[in-house]
């Protein structure tokens, strides 16, 4: 509820990135995912899903993968691992093939995020305040930053109840 999903698909849809990760994904991976399923959803995202692709065994879809992203510069969005595991049985697709691809991961948990990349402190997004929250309904709605006196009381409980969280 804090924007992590947001904000990774405003990076992954920038044009600067669309231009320079002509291959690119965004993969929700949630708490019961399917390794199967984010395989292909890969191979379908950078227009490799093939019949073939569809029936291969779950390592050999693996290496699959990791063939086809061997040859390009990537940018893969892994939205919500929630394990250590997950990552774990993901990454085996993902060669480090000198091109400056990435694989950028949301995750709730912290631990998942220095497991996956000790060298870089995880990015945390916080709580908005009060004042932020007043600002980006207003942006939202009025398409500035006021209000119409009328509809104030509502926009103030309005803020209140979505305690900080912009997508409330």
């Known amino acids: 509820g804090v924007g ?17 990760f002509f291959a690119r994904a965004f993969i929700y991976v949630s708490q019961q995912f399917e390794r199967t399923e984010v395989f292909l959803n890969i191979l379908g995202s950078i227009g490799q899903l093939t019949e073939e692709a569809k029936n291969m065994p779950e390592e050999k879809l693996a290496e ?15 939205d919500d691992v929630w394990k250590i ?3 774990d049985k993901l990454k085996v697709a993902f ?5 400056r691809s990435r ?9 998942v995020a220095i497991y996956a990349n000790p060298a870089v402190e995880p990015y945390h997004l916080d709580f908005l305040t009060f004042d932020a929250s ?10 500035e930053n006021k209000c119409p006196e009328e509809v104030e009381q509502y926009e103030v409980h309005m803020v209140k109840k979505c305690d900080g969280l912009p997508l409330a």
């Open 64 to 78: 699959h993968v990791r063939e086809q992203l061997k040859t390009r510069m990537y940018l893969i969005v892994m």
């Open 95 to 99: 060669p480090n093939n000198k091109k």
């Open 4 to 20: 992590k999903t947001t904000l990774a698909k405003k990076v992954l849809h920038d044009p600067k990135i669309e231009y320079d």
């Open 103 to 111: 694989v950028l991961i949301t995750t709730r948990n912290t631990s």
């Open 134 to 143: 007043r600002e980006l309904l207003r942006r939202k709605v009025f398409g």
């Open 85 to 87: 595991e997950d990552w």
